[in-house]
């Protein structure tokens, strides 16, 4: 039972990582996904036009490692092996999943997406107090930016079918682990849509940057 | 098949969050904790009874919040209810497990020990290199201080008998996501004793502080 | 000309380091101070006084550095010596401007009140927007705490008559670099009480913690 | 007197914002600088080029704005006007001082080049323990990152002939605030041309990434 309206003041959709590897071998791009990408990305699409219908920031992440291999840190000391490497297939955003010109990309080294950008400058800059998580990895890079964003005070959501984790099993754990943080995190992409759709305009400006 | 040695460098052994209150219902507590609680405290005296003999710096991580609520931030959103009070019963560290005057004592308002801690001033003090997790909540406090502490570069390792998770089914979850990230980190007591006695003290002081 | 108000949103009292070592002799507390002390201590009493009566949050800072000298990190690289080191004469808190039970103590180990500390949790549980700077050293912690204050957004103002530097002319230069930053920023202990004046308590407590 | 010797464990040359609007007008920049713009450029290229004879790393920050300016944060609240806006003209590296492929390119958003960017990430990859830093502006962000990198415990040099300030006196005043926090810190660039003489590839490649 949730404990929190769904949507707390302004929201932002954050689009995390949904570049092409995902839909890739493991072992032409160093990871791992569960099947159903381009699902996904269809789902995706829908959820980024309706937040472009109604002025919801989105926010693209991708992860980028240099290709001098300087900034992957403890990355390659699990299950992945070398990813998201400048320049090489793979490591491009979905050509569907783009941001606007007016909109928000922003590269990352580390999983979370408050490591080492600017993701929070953004954040206060919106106003935003709820983020909207698509993308993946669930148990990774979805998993590790929820739980900073709830330790850094944000209303969190993951959109369940929206999200694609290194294998069923974990996928479905990391879920598990976002619910017990926040109540009602836990949603579909039709929820969002819903959602969406009741929020008017004039509600939104009204969550003013300050 | 681990890719690193068991401990790089200098190692920590870090003590989360073993408070009386894991041993209590957790109707009186706010958290629900898996069987074993007084098991682990045992364990983890004998691996701070063996760090202490090899001079290797022990850190007590102390989840505490402030009466009035102020510093919850979500955490009362989801599975927990109120936790962790200053002055309540359940909050103080087991008494078998709390610091020397020499060793550190980090009182922490967020599950992981990097948010809004002097956690990181003291590592790099220390010139640590590999942290090795005792403690609890696997699946919690335990999970997500090994998330920042391996996004920030450092080696990590749980000693899997020595922490307790919000349920077993979490617990392994948590266990398997943090095997993920970094392939051996996941440990045993004897393991670990067993590494603490192969390190001598001239080792030791050679990871000098810079 | 400032740009801003004098109190944006809800303001919070912030005294930096009023630690006795502020009124000794530099050679027995390892900082030089310009002369001063016990008029600002009377000061800044004053407004926490009028902080009190209106129920603006008041968070005092002190900085503690452990026996070992762990976490000095390169602070004894410039001009100060061993300084504020626990337990020693001179790191105590001045005895007329120390926090009440629900008042805010927060323990720092680098001049930013920003680094290594929870004062983000608690400004953020506040719903603080303005902070507004007393104590010392104005071109150390005053003028460090103040730019990490800005960098996050915040409106920060320093009470000129309530801050002492290293020497007089390093105060002077510091008071012109905030003002720099936040036109406006330097004001005085009257300004301060005049502003507390004007601010009803049903507007404060519409400044509510989201 | 210097307490630590000259260059400490593994050097990086940080060029702060070198960009054509310190040799443009304030009134079409946004931002007061003080004289000697291109005789700056000049000295820095000649430590640009002795840092790479030498394959030390070399660290870029460009401070880039978003047209929509949902990023400038109160920076526009004092002394500086609109500045570095993306796609302006002034906003772009000086063409003599852009990295190579292999080196560091940082955009960042804040005065120091720590918050909301990847540079901790990169020093650490790098092994880095002495930042040099040269370029603008003294009083804002190369003290500011100064101030930041002191409180991360790195050794840091300011190249006094190769800053330059939003005037020559704030200019003056920084240079002596933080020769205050690390004395030593303030030198010249034939010194560092020296140091660099005297760091043989072999101990650079010494100070290898853990």
Redesign the interface.
């Known amino acids: 039972m949730p404990?929190?309206p769904f949507i707390?003041?302004r929201p932002v959709l954050v689009v995390v990582d949904m570049q092409t590897g995902g839909g890739m071998l493991a072992e032409d791009v160093g990871i791992d996904v569960m099947p159903g990408h381009s699902d996904r990305v269809r789902r995706c699409e829908l959820l980024v036009r309706a937040a472009r219908d109604r002025d919801i920031p989105v926010v693209f992440f991708q992860e980028v490692h240099r290709p001098?291999g300087?900034?992957?840190?403890?990355e390659?000391?699990?299950?992945e092996g070398v990813h998201c490497v400048e320049g090489v297939a793979g490591t491009e955003l979905e050509p569907s999943l783009r941001p606007l010109d007016?909109e928000f990309h922003i590269v990352?080294?580390?999983?979370?997406g408050f490591?080492?950008?600017?993701?929070?400058?953004?954040l206060?800059?919106?106003g935003a107090?709820t983020l909207i998580l698509v993308g993946g990895l669930t148990?990774?890079c979805v998993?590790?930016t929820f739980?900073d964003a709830?330790?850094?005070?944000?209303?969190v959501r993951v959109v369940a079918d929206c999200v694609g984790g290194?294998s069923l099993a974990?996928h479905e754990?990391?879920l598990?682990?976002m619910?017990?943080?926040?109540?009602g995190?836990i949603c579909d992409s039709a929820a969002v849509l819903c959602a969406f759709d009741s929020q008017s305009r004039t509600t939104l400006t009204e969550g003013t940057?300050?």
């Open positions: 404990r929190q707390v003041g001098s300087i900034d992957f840190g403890r390659l000391d699990g299950a007016t990352k080294r580390r999983y979370s490591i080492g950008t600017d993701f929070e400058i953004v206060r800059g919106l107090s148990d990774v998993h590790y739980a709830h330790q850094r005070d944000f209303y290194s974990r754990a990391a598990d682990a619910e017990y943080l926040q109540a995190a940057v300050r």
